[in-house]
């Protein structure tokens, strides 16, 4: 805290008396005051003339306004009090002057924000400085994050088509099982469905063997009564031994 006290206190000091060279050598800001002994009274009559509002507008503006006689004469004043050595000599000590003293409080600003605000400033590059490493850390850190669940993520793709494959190859096995037993199946029913075709024709055609023998006999029977009835007993044994031999033949 006490070498800041000092340092401002000899910026102080340092600037009073440069300032008061500057001034002693270049000043003053102002017209001098020689030439204001030998022209002032030319000077007040510039400055009162060159403030003048009419004037003003019609050196903007001289299409626009009608200048008096009055006017004219200020105007051809001004031009010639501007043209004067002196006044072109005075003009340009002031323009050095002021140049002078801009860049001199330049300097002095600077001389003393450096070493003043040297400090704090560093103190805020490095914070800032340290806030944009953390935030490259943080983007670092997310951009490997992300490539990680990129990869996890392209694992599992390439393990699900892996899958994908592997549940197809499963899926188009069963349906070949499938499709074998539905043949086996298939050509066992026909051969069961042939089976019980054949052995219901069988039935069916030694069902109507009994019934023509039924039938048969039925006739026979019939036959034999009608002719009983006017044959005797020896006659009729021969007509039941030949009736029987005759359906014998018959059914066979």
């Known amino acids: 805290m006490k070498s800041v006290k000092n340092f401002l206190i000899g910026f102080v000091v340092a600037y009073l008396v440069i300032a008061i060279g500057l001034n002693m050598l270049l000043g003053p800001p102002g ?3 020689g030439y204001m002994e030998e022209f002032k009274q030319d000077h007040d009559h510039y400055i009162e003339v060159i403030k003048n509002k ?9 299409h626009l306004v009608e200048a008096s006689e009055t006017l004219q004469q200020n105007a051809a004043f001004v031009e010639a009090y501007e043209a004067r050595e002196e006044f072109q000599h005075e003009m340009h000590r002031r323009h050095i002057y002021e140049l ?3 860049f001199f409080n330049v300097l002095m600003l600077l001389v003393l924000i450096v070493p003043l605000a040297r400090k704090p400033i560093m103190n805020l590059l490095e914070r800032m400085i340290g806030e944009v490493r953390e935030a490259l850390t943080t983007v670092e850190t997310n951009l490997t994050h992300a490539n990680d669940r990129l990869e996890t993520a392209e694992k599992q793709i390439s393990g699900l088509d892996q899958d994908r494959a592997g549940y197809e190859r499963l899926v188009e096995e069963r349906i070949e099982v499938l499709r074998r037993d539905s043949a086996l199946f298939t050509g066992q029913s026909m051969s069961l469905l042939n089976q019980e075709t054949e052995e219901r024709k069988e039935y069916e055609q030694i069902k109507a063997e009994r019934k023509m023998k039924e ?4 006739a026979a029977l019939e036959q034999i009564a009608k002719e009983a009835q006017g044959a005797n007993a020896a006659d009729w044994n021969d007509i039941l031994i030949r009736q029987f031999t005759t359906d014998v033949g018959k059914s066979q």
């Open 31 to 33: 017209m001098s005051p």
């Open 54 to 62: 009419e004037y003003k507008f019609y050196i903007q503006r001289p």
């Open 100 to 102: 002078s003293f801009e």
């Open 215 to 218: 039938i048969v006999v039925d």
